[in-house]
């Protein structure tokens, strides 16, 4: 006999909508956050509780606005170290030297270096998330998007008709 089992999602609903600034597409956009509850299925049948899972998603390109799209500085750091380590071996005396391209090669050593430093360069002007978080627009506070309905600012901002939260 074998065994069927696997994670099955239920309740997997919308929860709310706001604005955000979306890594996938380098908008500002309205993101929709969605929230199910997680259950461990035998035979299709929950039968453990995971828990409470959700998931934000973007209304322009429909992928995740917090996705991770940027090489991280130490990531750069450790490509530029390869890259002069390379160099320097390259460089050696003898090395390249009796062949007809050897010069080319040490130049492109050389450019594929000062590119790499001059990425790191730029990356420094790059606007945190929480810097563009700043300065987005807000959604409408007062009628809601998805229905029409009323906002009620409070705590929790939401939509009086659909339930839905405004952030
Ligand atoms: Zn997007
Ligand atoms: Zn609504």
Known sequence: MFLIFGIKRIGHKKVGYGKDYCN????????????WFS?????????????????????????????????????????????????????????????SYGLAIKLLAMLMLLGCGYWIYRGRADVSKKERRKQLTPVDQKICMMCEGEVVVAKKTHCSRCKLEVF
Request: charged fraction near 15%; proline fraction near 4%.
């Open 39 to 99: 259950w461990i299925h035998i035979f299709f049948i929950p039968l453990i509780p995971v828990g409470y899972y959700s998931h934000t998603r973007c209304t322009i390109c429909t992928n995740d606005p917090n996705a991770k799209v940027r090489t991280s500085l130490w990531q750069k750091v450790l490509f530029l170290m390869v890259i002069a380590g390379l160099n320097w071996v390259l460089y050696q005396d003898g090395l390249l030297d009796d062949l």
């Open 24 to 35: 996938s597409c380098q908008n500002e956009a309205v993101v929709e956050r969605y929230r």
